[in-house]
């Protein structure tokens, strides 16, 4: 069965940096594009990012352009977002999820951001 | 950016009654590329729907949408017990592949 586990979140200063990961099974991972979508506490759902099959194709979210980075890597079948200059206001759960419409979603890693 | 807009912000129904909630899109939706999604509390949400109306695999038949356009309905026509929870509307038309503030759906 699809499964899709992240890891990497924990707490960072402001303006610190974090990887994120992602450890996809289940599917072919090199067929399907890949999104990333965070969920401050208490709030709603927010599309970051998603990345093409191959690498060459990449879309992020204004809030986070230039600060985070979507990356993958379709022989280890993980997908990655290098978070850098964090604030305050990334503090979320992030979760990875499979294709542009979000069919399967990972249970989440959570980031605080926090001095 | 597509801004869309759930409505209503919150609901209050019994098991058994029918309920449709509304997603209205600021731009119409390129080949009703929208989604709808339920998260229950602590866990990450689920696929319901997409392209408007196809269900997702392992939905069940209760669950139904429809629209295009701007406007788009979930409808669930007999609720059950696990059905309370948190409903969001997505579109992933045109990039930023925004969703909506939610519709809180919960025990009466």
């Known amino acids: 069965q699809v499964q899709l586990v992240e890891s990497g979140g924990g707490l960072v200063k402001p303006g610190g940096s974090l990887r994120l990961s992602c450890a996809a099974s289940g599917f072919t991972f090199s067929d399907n594009y890949m999104s990333w979508i965070r969920q401050a506490p208490g709030r709603g759902l927010e599309w970051l990012a998603y990345?093409?099959?191959?690498?060459?194709?990449?879309k992020y979210a204004d809030s986070i352009k230039g600060r985070f980075t979507i990356s993958r890597d379709n022989a280890k079948n993980s997908l990655y977002l290098q978070m850098t200059s964090l604030r305050v206001e990334d503090t979320a759960v992030y979760y990875c999820a499979r294709n542009l419409v979000n069919d399967y979603w990972g249970q989440g890693t959570l980031v605080t951001v926090s001095s | 950016e597509i801004v869309l807009t759930q409505s209503p912000g919150t609901l209050s129904l019994s098991p058994g009654e029918r309920v449709t909630l509304s997603c209205r899109t600021s731009?119409?939706?390129?080949?009703?590329?929208l989604a709808w999604y339920h998260q229950k509390p602590g866990q990450a949400p689920r696929l319901l729907i997409r392209?408007?109306?196809s269900r997702a695999t392992g939905i069940p038949d209760r669950f139904s949408g429809s629209g295009s356009g701007t406007d788009f309905t979930l409808t669930i026509s007999r609720l059950e017990p696990e059905d309370f929870a948190v409903y969001y509307c997505q579109q992933y038309g045109s990039s930023p592949y925004t969703f909506g503030q939610g519709t809180k759906l919960e025990i009466k």
């Open positions: 731009q119409s939706i390129s080949n009703n590329f």
């Open positions: 990345i093409s099959t191959t690498s060459g194709f990449t």
């Open positions: 392209g408007a109306s």
